[in-house]
């Protein structure tokens, strides 16, 4: 390890993490984007499904759209999501402290870890022994190895935390007085952020799920573990938010010639989010029985709060592009908007992701907003949803990164510039059919989760939104495939980069030195307001359902 | 801290519209009496004592108009998988489910619940036109979650 612990410094005062590091991050990527490739590719066959065109026969190992439906879920939204942001977190970390991870060791141990944990699940799930979906409600029923598998990938993002807090320890002792750099500070943030939230499955699991598939518990309370699935499973899409917002925020102004509009605000938004992120859970469960109606309106209204560090970022990030568009020559009201270099696949990624991710923010609103929910619920309206956000503002974000983050961890040129120029335009067009599609057909009735095709009760208006959805998926998969031969062309090209990549980061329109607040440059206030929140918006509901635990035995009937 | 005037309207603008919302779906709870599943009985549906085996469905009149469902879900059907009520009847429906959770969404209504095991689910809803109303499980349960479906019959009097 010796060797790759040296600082490598190169041209100027550029810091370049040492060669182990960008190792490493590479391998996180490519683990997971060979995971979304498989999740997108499952995608077209649901899209097609929906349009009366079953394919689940053709296709090796996979026996039914659940099963499909279930690898999708789980490979995109987790394998996928966090092993992209383990790389990418891990080397802001360093890039952003400009010093050596403490230590690349452990975050090697670390990947194995995962690594191990996504080959049991990948198992479980092609050997259709854990078609539950990414939900996994108990007493819906998987193989033990599925859920200690999860478990290990959550116990690789905590070692990302201790890694993380371990270095900016270590800076800190090296730099006394000095502010966190901002993004290593939003790094922070974020793990700091998830690693509460994931408290709720990691009791989940390890408490109930785990025993009770191994056999060691007769049975499992439905509505206690599905409550504690979602203490964690609505601040997860935060965890896969706030490192697109990373590069929203800090670096993609670089990109487009544009500085950051604020600083101080960009780091109260990413504080924000960490006691935000989590008293949110019970809008996921507005139609549970057995779950008071005071609590659902209590949890509507902080889903609303949640909203707030959005909106700020929504305008911190326009206006820093706007310096860029400027800088660039754009006048007028929008001229800036055309000035943007579109041309640049990294940049139109993210771009477009942004405008999907509008769409998302108000169809999130219309889930969140308490009965109105009563419309949409599992109805494909929610789908509809996610896909602007995590399937777009996250997914065509990590995708718009990586053209940059590739070229410059491995050195290496991207391979096909002509394709990933196409690529974010087929994805955007895509999602807003697809999306538009799904919508509709929610709006409609139509429930998610459902092999409509096959339903005895298919509707005939269903069927204009569900073509929709198929030709949109179709589009998507398109794109995707672009992608990926970007992607693994680059990685598995010998052809050397010409001239050497920059990590963009955006500088702040005015330094505010060592003048900001100190509460903005410290995470445990913010913390310990979480920890209360939580408590109080949680705790009596929990105490309330362990008391009346019932025991239901596992059924696995997929 | 500084905020620039802009971003400060647009903050307030932002959290003024949130507020709005908020108080539109309070009106539309309180006043207009839309809502949701709230604490449930465990288990047995509250009025299910009587002449009658709960894990058996039924349909009950209370009283003219006023009728009461018991609906069991399990995979991957409910009982009764058909209801009749004439029209301009109030029905409450009581669901629950002897295995894993199900959901049920009548189609245009607003009855849309989770069956979750161990709780009584609970919706009451007047339908005021006659026609048929398809009912759904829209929760997966397995691999034949998708014929999981019944309908409500109103008949014109």
């Not at chain 1, 439905?222 to 697109?244: C, D, E, M, Q, S």
């Not at chain 2, 949130?18 to 465990?42: E, K, N, T, Y």
């Not at chain 2, 006659?130 to 929760?139: A, I, K, Q």
Request: charge should be neutral.
């Amino acid at each position: 390890m010796a060797a790759t612990m040296t600082r490598v410094v190169a041209r100027g005062d550029a810091y370049i993490p040492p060669e182990s590091e960008r190792k490493l991050s590479l391998a996180f990527i490519a683990v997971g984007f060979a995971h979304l490739l498989v999740g997108v590719l499952l995608g077209l066959l649901q899209g097609l499904e929906h349009a009366g065109i079953d394919l689940y026969a053709y296709v090796p190992l996979i026996r039914h759209y659940y099963q499909g439906l279930s690898i999708h879920g789980v490979f995109n939204v987790l394998v996928f999501t966090t092993c992209f942001i383990g790389g990418f977190l891990m080397f802001v970390v360093g890039r952003g402290l400009e010093r050596p991870l403490e230590t690349a060791g452990l975050a090697w141990a670390t990947f194995w870890l995962m690594a191990v944990g996504i080959v049991m699940v990948d198992y479980t799930l092609f050997t259709n022994q854990a078609s539950v979906l990414f939900t996994s409600y108990a007493p819906l029923q998987a193989h033990p190895l599925y859920y200690l598998g999860l478990a290990l990938v959550v116990v690789g993002t905590w070692l990302m935390l201790v890694i993380t807090l371990r270095t900016t320890l270590a800076w800190r002792r090296e730099n006394p007085g000095k502010k966190l750099p901002l993004i290593a500070f939003a790094a922070n943030a974020t793990l700091i952020m998830w690693t509460l939230a994931s408290v709720g499955i990691a009791i989940e699991f390890v408490g109930f799920l785990i025993p009770w598939s191994l056999g060691w518990l007769p049975g499992v309370d439905p509505l206690l573990t599905r409550t504690l699935f979602w203490l964690t499973g609505h601040p997860i899409v935060y965890f896969w938010l706030l490192p697109a917002y990373i590069s929203w925020y800090f670096m993609l102004p670089k990109q487009a010639g544009g500085k950051l509009f604020s600083e101080s605000l960009a780091r109260l938004a990413f504080l924000l989010f960490i006691p935000l992120s989590l008293p949110v859970g019970f809008h996921h469960q507005y139609l549970d029985p057995g779950v008071s109606e005071g609590y659902k309106a209590i949890h509507a209204f902080l889903t609303f709060a949640v909203f707030m560090p959005s909106a700020m970022t929504a305008f911190t990030v326009l206006a820093s592009l706007e310096i860029g568009g400027r800088a660039r020559g754009g006048k007028g009201l929008l001229g800036w908007v055309t000035r943007l270099p579109w041309n640049d696949p990294a940049v139109a990624a993210q771009l477009l992701a942004m405008v999907l991710f509008a769409l998302g923010g108000v169809s999130g609103l219309i889930n969140a907003s308490y009965n109105m929910n009563l419309v949409v619920h599992n109805t494909l309206f929610v789908p509809g949803h996610f896909h602007l956000t995590v399937g777009s503002a996250v997914a065509l974000t990590f995708m718009g990164v990586s053209y940059w983050l590739v070229p410059y961890l491995s050195g290496k040129k991207l391979f096909s510039p002509g394709l990933a120029k196409w690529q974010p335009w087929l994805w955007f067009v895509g999602m807003l059919i697809m999306s538009r599609g799904m919508s509709w057909m929610g709006i409609l009735g139509a429930p998610r989760r459902t092999a409509l095709g096959s339903a005895p009760y298919f509707m005939a208006d269903w069927t204009m939104p569900a073509w929709m959805t198929a030709i949109g998926g179709l589009c998507l998969t398109i794109s995707g495939i672009f992608f990926f031969i970007t992607l693994f062309g680059t990685l598995l090209s010998k052809e050397k980069a010409t001239e050497p990549q920059q990590v963009p980061l955006a500088e702040p329109v005015e330094d505010n030195g060592d003048k900001l607040p100190g509460w903005l440059d410290r995470f445990t206030p913010w913390v310990t307001a979480t920890v209360i929140i939580v408590l109080i918006t949680y705790g009596p509901s929990i105490v309330r359902m362990a008391g009346e635990y019932t025991v239901f035995p596992g059924l696995r009937p997929y | 801290m500084h905020i620039d005037r802009y971003e400060r309207m647009w903050i307030t603008l932002a959290g003024v519209l949130l507020i709005v919302f908020a108080v539109m779906l309070g009106f539309s709870s309180a006043v207009l009496g839309v809502r949701l599943p709230g604490l449930s009985d465990q288990l047995l549906p509250t009025t299910a004592a009587g002449p009658h085996d709960i894990n058996q469905g039924w349909v009950r009149e209370l009283a003219p108009g006023r009728y009461e469902v018991n609906m069991r879900a399990r995979v991957w059907n409910f009982n009764p998988t058909e209801i009749r009520v004439p029209v301009g009847s109030t029905v409450t429906f009581y669901i629950h489910s002897e295995d894993i959770i199900h959901g049920f969404k009548i189609q245009d209504t607003t009855v849309s619940m989770m069956i979750i095991p161990g709780q009584v689910a609970k919706a009451t809803y007047t339908f005021t036109k006659p026609g048929e109303y398809l009912f759904v499980c829209h929760e997966y349960c397995g691999a034949g979650h998708h014929f999981m479906s019944g309908r409500v019959i109103v008949e014109a009097l």
